[in-house]
């Protein structure tokens, strides 16, 4: 019985890590899909030949990885000031600490031109796996991506 139990559990293990989940979690950020509000949490998948954006189980959206025209990338860094006023309230001393400290949020936008459907959108993504995101979009459709910061704006 327990020979039988070891030989279930080396083929089931390596068959649950294999169907495990493979996409990134993000935050829709706003653009010009349909029915999708800013804020709402979605889950990014890349494929070999297309990215697709889920929500809930339900498909929102299917990207063809040729389709893509354009990856960015950019920051929005802020001061921690409320719970840095927060803090102040219990002890002077960790409060202003924590008005010295920063927060980084992390942006990946695409733009994709699909024949004649256009769009783009961005989504924020975490700070443990936006390189990730980064990556397998390069990776998918051979573009490097814009950063959006290095990048100055001339009128």
């Given at each position: 019985?327990?020979?039988?139990?070891?030989?279930?559990?080396?083929?089931?293990?390596?068959l649950?890590?294999?169907?495990?989940?493979?996409?990134?979690?993000?935050?829709?950020?706003?653009?010009?899909?349909?029915d999708a509000?800013?804020?709402?949490?979605?889950?990014?998948?890349?494929?070999?030949?297309?990215?697709?954006?889920?929500?809930?189980?339900?498909?929102?959206?299917?990207?063809?990885?040729?389709?893509?025209?354009?990856?960015?990338?950019?920051?929005?860094?802020?001061?921690?000031?409320?719970?840095?006023?927060?803090?102040?309230?219990?002890?002077?001393?960790?409060?202003?600490?924590?008005?010295?400290?920063?927060?980084?949020?992390?942006?990946?936008?695409?733009?994709?031109?699909?024949?004649?459907?256009?769009?783009?959108?961005?989504?924020?993504?975490?700070?443990?796996?936006?390189?990730?995101?980064l990556?397998?979009?390069?990776?998918?459709?051979?573009?490097?991506?814009?950063?959006?910061?290095?990048?100055?704006?001339?009128?």
């Amino acid at each position: 019985m327990n020979k039988l139990m070891v030989i279930v559990l080396c083929v089931a293990m390596p068959l649950m890590v294999f169907a495990g989940d493979n996409g990134y979690k993000v935050t829709y950020d706003g653009g010009s899909i349909p029915d999708a509000k800013a804020g709402t949490g979605m889950k990014l998948i890349i494929d070999s030949n297309q990215v697709r954006l889920m929500r809930d189980k339900g498909e929102v959206i299917t990207i063809p990885a040729s389709a893509i025209t354009e990856i960015s990338y950019g920051q929005d860094v802020h001061r921690r000031i409320g719970a840095a006023i927060g803090l102040a309230i219990i002890s002077l001393g960790i409060g202003a600490l924590m008005a010295l400290t920063k927060s980084k949020k992390h942006f990946v936008g695409l733009t994709w031109a699909d024949g004649d459907k256009k769009g783009g959108f961005a989504m924020q993504c975490d700070k443990n796996n936006y390189r990730g995101v980064l990556a397998g979009l390069e990776g998918v459709t051979g573009k490097k991506a814009v950063d959006s910061d290095a990048m100055t704006v001339k009128n």
